[in-house]
């Protein structure tokens, strides 16, 4: 995806991804961050938050940044 197409896609889901974070223990210090970095619509999902995501709510998708192009991939190891 391009940079555009991450903050397209990331804008379409942020609602649902906001709600997996706030499942997260607040005493986690990067999941404040996380859920304010979904609710800005001027940038794409980062490999960090994925990271987040994908560790502390479960989700089987990791994010690669080539340039300017985004590759999300599910991860093999979780399907």
Do not use: H
Not at 19 to 25: A, I, Q, R
Not at 43 to 72: A, D, H, T
């Amino acid at each position: 995806m391009t940079k555009e197409q991450m903050i397209g896609f990331k804008e379409a889901v942020s609602d649902k991804l906001r709600y997996l974070v706030e499942s997260v223990d607040e005493t986690i210090s990067e999941r404040e961050t996380v859920f304010n970095s979904l609710r800005r619509n001027d940038r794409p999902l980062s490999k960090k938050n994925m990271e987040f995501l994908k560790e502390y709510c479960e989700l089987p998708f990791w994010v690669e940044v080539q340039g300017s192009n985004y590759i999300l991939q599910q991860d093999e190891n979780k399907k």
